[in-house]
């Protein structure tokens, strides 16, 4: 017996800044909740546009018909998985991510799937809490996810327009300079990143090694990772953009998200959420301190 399909249909009744198909959809759908998951719903033929079948590069305008088609949303299977909540009330909740775990995607060992049963009691309640967004699966840190449909649109909108302000931690190969900014393209899309530099240790095998601030002003996929490394100061442990540079193994990538400030999407709050870096990172500049005197002693 075939599932029984259903339609939701949201009318445009206003545009953002942009008039993109794909950005606008993760707000008219709450449920698909990424640009990912508005891609495959578009390849598999279930996203009309005015009753015709939607396509990537379509754009927009104040009237249009969006029809999402799709089987009955039935509740994520839980993912047993003890995690940090560094904040949580019924509109948002956010989450400290270990390394090795991705937010989400087609995949069951995600963070959504972790968070099932966090769900609200409010009207507009989101089935599971759904990432508003991404880090990589490697990278530790906060992520902010939305147990409500207005928190989703409304924090969606937020980081579209940048007033959701990151910041990072990182351990890089290398000795940069105090404070610094990177201004390079990323696949042909404008790629900024500011850093500051919080310590230097003299390293017997990597000559230098230095911890760093990382503010991104633009969210590109892989930004801070490949901006450092183009700087010639690669993320300690990054396999991916090592090539043939030798760097620290087995300890994970040095790379953590430490805060997020933004205005809560409901009260309009100024939210500040910080944590501690992993205390991996000062241990192993600790690690390579101690190997670098015991090196000149000898």
Same mark, same amino acid.
């Given at each position: 017996m075939s599932k029984k399909k259903v339609k939701q249909k949201h009318k445009v009744e206003k545009l953002g800044k942009s008039n993109d198909l794909i950005t606008y959809c993760i707000h008219a759908f709450p449920i698909l909740g990424s640009k990912s998951a508005c891609k495959k719903a578009i390849k598999s033929d279930r996203l009309l546009l005015n009753g015709a079948l939607a396509?990537?590069?379509?754009?927009?305008?104040?009237?249009?018909?969006?029809? %999402? #088609?799709?089987?009955?949303?039935?509740?994520?299977? *839980?993912?047993?998985?003890?995690l940090e909540l560094v904040f949580e009330d019924d509109h948002i909740v956010v989450v400290n991510?270990?390394?090795?775990i991705a937010v989400n995607g087609n995949r069951f060992k995600t963070l959504e799937n972790a968070l099932v049963g966090h769900h609200s009691n409010l009207k507009d309640s989101l089935?599971?809490?759904?990432?508003?967004?991404?880090?990589?699966?490697?990278?530790?840190?906060l992520v902010l996810f939305a147990k409500t449909k207005s928190? %989703? #649109?409304?924090?969606?909108?937020?980081?579209?327009? *940048?007033?959701?302000q990151k910041e990072?931690?990182?351990?890089?190969?290398?000795?940069?300079?105090?404070?610094?900014?990177i201004d390079k393209d990323i696949q042909s899309k404008m790629a900024i990143t500011k850093y500051e530099k919080?310590?230097?240790v003299n390293s017997k095998f990597y000559q230098h090694l230095s911890l760093l601030r990382l503010i991104p002003i633009t969210g590109r996929t892989h930004q801070l990772r490949i901006h450092l490394q183009s700087e010639g100061h690669l993320i300690v442990g990054d396999k991916q953009y090592a090539a043939a540079q030798k760097t620290i193994l087995g300890k994970g990538l040095m790379l953590c998200s430490t805060r997020l400030k933004f205005k809560h999407p409901l009260n309009n709050k100024d939210m500040d959420i910080k944590?501690?870096?992993?205390?991996?990172?000062?241990?192993?500049l600790d690690r390579e301190t101690k190997i670098s005197k015991f090196k000149r002693r000898r």
């Open positions: 396509k990537s590069y379509d754009k927009i305008k104040v009237g249009d018909v969006l029809t %999402l #088609i799709g089987s009955k949303i039935h509740q994520a299977k *839980k993912l047993d998985m003890e991510k270990p390394g090795g089935p599971r809490p759904i990432a508003v967004h991404r880090i990589d699966v490697p990278t530790t840190g928190a %989703l #649109i409304i924090l969606g909108k937020a980081f579209q327009e *940048k007033k959701v990072y931690h990182a351990i890089v190969h290398g000795n940069p300079s105090e404070k610094g900014k919080l310590q230097t944590i501690k870096m992993p205390r991996k990172f000062m241990r192993i």
